[in-house]
């Protein structure tokens, strides 16, 4: 059965909810965003940090309940780093907004079946694969692709049904990469890189080259990726210095960030690059930076 919140004791009537808030039907608003929209404005009228650090663990929380079946307490606690009272007064705020919650003696909290609304219904062998690609995603030398990943997984599992969320649990206890093939993380920058590439962000970088020991500045124009023969994410990009379209390995940006300076599109081709690439060099792989 699908329970539908009810709204805090202290709000008294419909007509007292911020403005947008008052009817699902009115608003076209899903349960879970009528009963935030009113959550957030309680809070926007507090100015105190401390507040809207809960507002944020009150969502994570939430997110927590979504993608899996059964959470508890203490390892909330450790999660967000406050005390297990804090948990407790954060699970009864979710309650007295309509999350319907429940308690399981000794065992933790769960959140009813059918609460939320998937948007995108995954199949099992869509979700198998996502746990499949996880695995692999670890052997790539970027941390923030590492992590964003994961993130993005969550969000995924938040609303997968139960029977496909416990198959999805099995499999990723039941895959693993060998140790051997795992090497540490030696850059973060490809989120970061990723966001400016996508806005048309110049960037400053300082480099470190392969051949010549010292450090140049650059200021690049993002353009592509490519994972290079050597396994390594390299950056294509037109560099301001050389006047031309270079490549960047990660690993050998040692300082980075968005200047204010925006770039028009340039209009080739990623595929002609690399062709054009090979036919001079004859692998694309050949490092000009």
């Given at each position: ?52 650090k809960r507002l944020t663990r009150l969502s994570a ?64 062998q869509e979700a198998n694969a996502l746990i499949m ?114 490549m960047f390995r990660l690993d050998r940006i040692r ?35």
């Open positions: 059965m699908l329970l539908f919140p009810r709204y805090p004791s202290s709000v008294g009537s419909q007509d007292d909810l911020p403005r947008g808030c008052r009817s699902e039907r009115e608003t076209g608003l899903k349960v879970v965003d009528i009963a935030f929209v009113y959550l957030k404005t309680d809070y926007q009228a507090m100015s105190n940090s401390t507040d809207m929380i939430l997110l927590q309940l979504q993608t899996r079946r059964l959470i508890n307490a203490t390892d909330l606690a450790e999660q967000f780093a406050v005390s297990v009272r804090t948990i407790y007064r954060d699970i009864r705020v979710l309650e007295q907004i309509g999350v319907p919650i429940a308690t399981l003696e000794g065992k933790g909290y769960s959140l009813a079946e059918g609460y939320k609304v998937p948007p995108i219904m995954f199949t099992e690609a996880g695995h692999l995603i670890r052997l790539n030398e970027d941390s923030s692709l590492i992590s964003s990943y994961r993130q993005a997984v969550d969000k995924v599992k938040a609303v997968l049904k139960y029977a496909v969320k416990d198959k999805a649990e099995l499999l990723a206890g039941r895959v693993a990469v060998s140790p051997a093939s795992l090497r540490q993380p030696a850059s973060e920058s490809l989120s970061s890189i990723q966001s400016a590439l996508t806005s048309f962000t110049v960037l400053c970088i300082t480099y470190q080259s392969e051949i010549e020991s010292e450090s140049t500045e650059r200021f690049i124009e993002p353009f592509a990726f490519y994972y290079s023969q050597q396994q390594h994410w390299t950056l294509i990009a037109f560099c301001r210095l050389r006047n031309d379209f270079r300082t980075l960030y968005h200047t204010d300076l925006r770039f028009r599109p340039h209009q080739l081709n990623l595929h002609e690059y690399l062709q054009e690439k090979e036919k001079n060099f004859t692998s694309p792989d050949k490092q000009l930076s």
